[in-house]
């Protein structure tokens, strides 16, 4: 067993790339290295130790993790660098052979850096611990809230899905899970830390009971049950795992916000079927008319990719078309990146980079549409909304139960509190609504 004297009295520096369940992974490293007397660097200090975890979802991720491991080793040259992550799962080696790196960690090892950090000493080449995707089986757990107000419990990891243009199920490995018991244990000691809100993530949460034998439903009517916490946000979960049943909780559960993030990835039927997802167009509108019929004013956010192979200027339209006609809130707009490896390669129709920027262009803007309309019929409304800590200078804000980002005059003192708030009209930059404490 490694001695964790050598982690005493050091700083360390976290960079984190890539979705939420990362950055629930990165607070729990963090937290594991501060049981073990490291304290983050503070402005102005050189790192000790600097800890990366990466994406690899586009071609534009995998730079950006290159620049920073590059950056980082730059400005805290002395410091033993780990870094691990998607991108460090299925290029190991590339990594390892950037100078000033030390430590490759994969996706079995991510939860067991002690396992492997033997000393701080520099030794001028990177040292790989990584198993080979197959045989991935762990499922580490993580909740962690860092620096935000709100906590991430990841309740799953992997993916069987296989899609076509996506390296998610070669960097994750197989789905798996925790279990229910341990989860519940985790959302109450997040409550007995202060936590009021935890958003549920994983990379198909509506998956969750492969390993287990339980279900996604099951496991939010446990945590609808923990004492303490008064907000759950479901993360990022697939229209085809999304019942009618859990639906249907969440409108009259406890504590389960109205608030629904479904990826859609294209809105043509041939496109869905290039990409090998697992609905159609048909099944995708019948959750979001199903959502609105028991959760009028839920937040639903859609993710679309544009410009993937196959999507002809025909494909395309059908797919706007059908987005427009959809009573969502907002969408998060994708260009298609290619991955190595992926059976998208194998389809000859390709996009231009220009072709990608002037769709996703269109997107966005129908999303800035779909979005101010949503918000414009809160103003005058009262709502629930949970504060958070400003930056030096900037106004407090927070998020409606549905999730509509409130501003107001900073209070220090309402950090972390849910306050009674009347909906203004939007700040400048029509990114939030203002807000009015009641008193």
Not at 232 to 246: A, H, K, Q, V
Not at 320 to 327: A, V
Not at 355 to 369: G, P, T
Request: proline share 3%.
């Amino acid at each position: 067993m490694i001695d964790t004297n050598i982690f005493s009295d050091k700083k360390a520096v976290y960079y984190t790339l890539g979705c939420k369940l990362n950055f629930s992974e990165t607070s729990t490293i963090a937290r594991m290295l501060k049981e073990a007397g490291v304290r983050t660097v503070r402005k102005g200090e050189k790192a000790d130790i600097c800890v990366v975890n990466t994406c690899s979802v586009t071609d534009t991720a995998d730079k950006k993790c290159r620049q920073a491991i590059h950056k980082l080793i730059k400005e805290n040259p002395e410091a033993y660098v780990i870094v691990t992550g998607c991108y460090a799962q299925l290029n190991p080696q590339l990594i390892a052979d950037i100078e000033g790196v030390d430590l490759v960690l994969g996706a079995e090892q991510k939860g067991q850096l002690f396992d492997f950090v033997q000393s701080l000493e520099k030794k001028g080449k990177g040292e790989v611990h990584s198993t080979a995707t197959k045989d991935i089986r762990s499922f580490v757990p993580s909740c962690s809230r860092g620096e935000r107000t709100r906590y991430f419990l990841k309740v799953q990891d992997g993916c069987d899905y296989f899609c076509s243009y996506c390296t998610i199920p070669f960097a994750r490995g197989r789905s798996r899970n925790g279990k229910i018991e341990d989860l519940v244990k985790q959302a109450e000691e997040a409550a007995a830390e202060g936590g009021n809100e935890i958003v549920i993530t994983g990379v198909n949460i509506g998956d969750f009971g492969k390993t287990t034998g339980e279900s996604f439903f099951d496991l939010i009517k446990a945590l609808d049950k923990v004492e303490g916490i008064s907000r759950y946000r479901i993360s990022s979960i697939e229209p085809n795992l999304l019942t009618d049943e859990i639906i249907e909780y969440v409108s009259h559960s406890r504590a389960f916000m109205p608030h629904f993030h479904i990826p859609l990835q294209s809105g043509s039927d041939d496109v869905l079927k290039l990409m090998r997802r697992r609905y159609d167009t048909a099944l995708f509108a019948s959750k979001i008319e199903k959502i609105r019929s028991v959760l009028p004013d839920a937040f639903i956010g859609v993710d679309v990719i544009v410009g993937t192979r196959g999507e002809t200027p025909e494909f395309f339209e059908d797919a706007y078309r059908f987005i427009k006609s959809l009573d969502i809130t907002q969408l998060h707009v994708f260009s298609y990146s290619e991955r190595p490896g992926t059976q998208a390669l194998k389809i000859d129709y390709v996009v231009s980079p220009e072709e990608k920027h002037q769709r996703s262009q269109r997107l966005l803007a129908l999303s800035d549409e779909k979005t101010l309309a949503f918000y414009e019929r809160h103003i005058g409304r009262t709502a629930q909304v949970l504060l958070e800590r400003p930056k030096p200078g900037m106004p407090m804000h927070g998020f409606t139960d549905n999730y509509i980002r409130v501003e107001l005059d900073a209070d220090h003192s309402l950090d972390n509190h849910l306050v009674e708030v009347k909906l203004g009209d939007f700040n400048e930059d029509k990114t939030a609504l203002k807000g009015l404490i009641v008193r």
